[in-house]
């Protein structure tokens, strides 16, 4: 069965330009969720999807970053205009289910560099 | 505030030396993570650990946790190189939805 997917892996913007992520969960998964890692920091919680809708979406930093997930299949992250601070490791997870004993698998990131 | 605090950031140790990282962490939880992650692969789970006490091993690591203190270790027996990674330590608080928290990571590098 293949794993939570994520695509590009690396990408190099300048500053003001846009920039689209995305990210496939592990089939069936109803639930999926977006992480960052700013370099040398946490790897913090940005939002949690149930299927299509935003079930919690209190890590976003602000309004240039939007998330969707129509129809409850991929997911994309969008980030308009890029700042440098942007720049970092984005994570997407997935699960069946949510609390107890569902457990969130993770894809091998995006690595947003903006210059 | 919900946070980790891991340490050390950063290890360099010999082959065949024994080492333990270290997680604080901030609020009650269900549920203890540890996490590998080689440079540009998925973060890959180690460890679960539900409750008070709980020991988990896997080859040269072991995990453990002190619910009371908030402290999970772990622990690096007889280090290889093949162990060289970022390992991430994590907690889901109790009844904060689904987010969990992750630590800065500790960056391992094992010679030779």
């Known amino acids: 069965e293949a794993g939570v997917t994520q695509f590009p892996s690396h990408s190099v913007i300048e500053k003001g330009q846009t920039v689209t992520l995305r990210c496939d969960p592990i089939s069936g998964h109803d639930n999926l969720y977006w992480y960052r890692r700013v370099m040398g920091k946490e790897i913090k919680f940005l939002l949690h999807?149930?299927?299509?809708?935003?079930?919690?979406e209190s890590g976003m930093p602000n309004n240039r970053f939007l998330a969707e997930r129509t129809g409850g299949t991929y997911s994309t992250l969008k980030v308009q205009p890029a700042e440098l601070e942007d720049s970092g490791v984005y994570f997407c997870?997935?699960?069946?289910?949510?609390?107890?004993?569902?457990?969130?698998?993770f894809g091998p990131g995006t690595r947003l560099t903006v210059t | 505030e919900l946070k980790v605090e891991q340490n050390p950031l950063f290890l360099s140790m010999q082959e065949g030396k024994n080492y333990t990282i270290y997680c604080n962490y901030s609020?009650?939880?269900?549920?203890l993570y540890w996490y590998r992650q080689d440079p540009g692969k998925s973060l890959e789970s180690l460890f679960v650990?539900?409750?008070?006490?709980a020991v988990k091993q896997e080859g040269r690591l072991m995990a453990s946790l002190d619910t009371k203190a908030r402290l999970s270790t772990l622990h690096i027996t007889a280090a290889v190189h093949d162990l060289s990674a970022t390992y991430f330590c994590a907690f889901r608080p109790m009844n904060r939805d689904d987010k969990i928290i992750f630590g800065k990571g500790t960056r391992l590098h094992i010679l030779p």
């Open positions: 999807f149930v299927k299509e809708s935003k079930q919690d």
């Open positions: 609020t009650t939880s269900d549920r």
């Open positions: 650990l539900l409750s008070n006490g």
């Open positions: 997870a997935s699960s069946q289910g949510q609390g107890t004993p569902y457990e969130q698998y």
